[in-house]
């Protein structure tokens, strides 16, 4: 439906039209002061052809997903509230359920209440996200808050996109790749729900790989968003790649299977999970390691592949010196040094697979705060302290990879014949 246009802050107060959602609707507002007309209008003045989301905002605008403003304008720039966003998702799933609405600042007569009760009923909101029992419907959703309507929409459509959220929940293993992962400002309970978004693809970091989930997105944004939401909602879980690492990382500690073409060795031998936390000692004299996590990056290829390449690879320096008919492995790392030693000297002489030959990239490691050692320099490691941080590792992509801890669990992968 179109709107009469006036100022915002007017429109907010009143609460008669929909304010700007980050993620594309404008969710038509019937009351007794606006009338709403019939939808239209599929292209807008404000939005040319040569504008970045021209043909995901016609999309939406088609599917009567999103509404323009009566003198022909979209404001693709502007900012989406919950209650546009609630209205939007209730439109694509189309559902006669109901729950009531308890919310205390959402009464019967607003005009989002119908579409909040649908939320409620499909789950893709819950009332124990909201404090003091208010939905707030004029507040600008977050990219946090996005996320998890979202993977809460998609859970409701495939059960497995639900199992997905619990795996990524429950697990200590589970690694997210943003810097605010390791930096901190992004809510842990979104992590999950921001992994599912990440891992299908409705949302992406920018360009310095932040994902800036207390910040907003613009009505251009979500146009895009929804597009691919609806897209996902045809798909399951084990479409994306993305999502089937994440999900891999977080049961096992490695993306191995996922990613690569390895597999776990025929004969009677584990994988990662069977040796993670698990005491290796050190032939060398340099102490005793554990393995907590094995994170794979492709770069078999002209372009680094896989969920963690952009946390830990540095496609500027690295493929310059690197092997490309191999695969990047990041280990994270406990290690209780037996006397004052340095990353390289820890390296020399150990399994190759408890002892990585490299750094992690400087770029990466302030880009993603990863806790790892910047330097091959003298007594990085000091005697019987415990430390936990990453390396940098590979395997040319024919060779078998194994290693075992001291108990004798042993992990195993080799490449198909």
Do not use: C
């Not at 179109?2 to 609460?15: E, G, P, V």
């Amino acid at each position: 439906m179109l709107h009469k246009k006036s100022s915002r802050n007017n429109l907010l107060a009143k609460a008669l039209a929909a304010s700007v959602m980050t993620a594309a609707v404008v969710i038509p507002v019937a009351t007794e002061n606006v009338e709403a007309a019939p939808v239209t209008k599929t292209t807008f003045k404000d939005v040319p052809k040569s504008h970045w989301a021209y043909e995901s905002i016609k999309q939406v605008a088609e599917k009567g997903l999103v509404t323009g403003y009566e003198d022909g304008t979209y404001e693709p720039s502007a900012q989406v509230t919950r209650a546009e966003f609630v209205t939007f998702l209730s439109r694509v799933f189309d559902s006669s359920e109901r729950t009531t609405s308890n919310f205390n600042d959402v009464p019967g007569t607003h005009w989002a209440n119908d579409a909040i009760q649908e939320g409620l009923a499909l789950g893709f909101i819950e009332v124990g996200d909201f404090a003091n029992n208010k939905f707030e419907p004029n507040k600008p959703m977050t990219r946090g808050e996005m996320s998890r309507w979202l993977a809460n929409g998609l859970a409701h459509n495939n059960a497995d996109y639900g199992k997905a959220i619990e795996e990524l929940a429950n697990s200590s293993l589970t690694l997210i790749p943003i810097p605010e992962f390791y930096k901190g400002g992004v809510n842990k309970k979104d992590l999950p729900y921001i992994g599912v978004a990440l891992g299908t693809g409705l949302l992406s970091g920018y360009e310095d790989f932040t994902f800036k989930a207390n910040g907003n997105t613009t009505r251009a944004e979500v146009a895009t968003i929804l597009i691919r939401f609806m897209d996902a909602m045809k798909k399951s879980p084990k479409d994306f790649t993305g999502l089937e690492e994440l999900r891999e990382v977080a049961k096992t500690g490695t993306n191995i299977l996922t990613l690569t073409k390895y597999e776990q060795s025929p004969k009677k031998f584990g994988g990662y999970e069977d040796v993670l936390g698990k005491q290796h000692t050190y032939l060398n004299d340099t102490g005793v390691a554990t393995i907590e996590h094995a994170i794979f990056v492709d770069i078999t290829g002209s372009a680094a592949k896989g969920i963690f390449k952009d946390m830990f690879f540095d496609e500027t320096s690295e493929a310059i010196r690197l092997n490309r008919n191999a695969y990047r492995i990041y280990y994270e790392y406990t290690l209780v040094p037996s006397r004052d030693v340095s990353f390289s000297s820890v390296r020399n002489g150990s399994h190759m697979h408890y002892a990585s030959a490299d750094l992690v990239e400087k770029t990466k490691i302030e880009q993603f705060n990863i806790p790892s050692p910047k330097s091959y320099g003298k007594n990085d490691f000091k005697k019987n302290e415990k430390y936990r941080f990453w390396g940098a590792n590979g395997v040319i992509n024919d060779e078998n990879i194994s290693g075992s801890a001291d108990d004798g669990s042993r992990f195993y992968y080799v490449v198909p014949k």
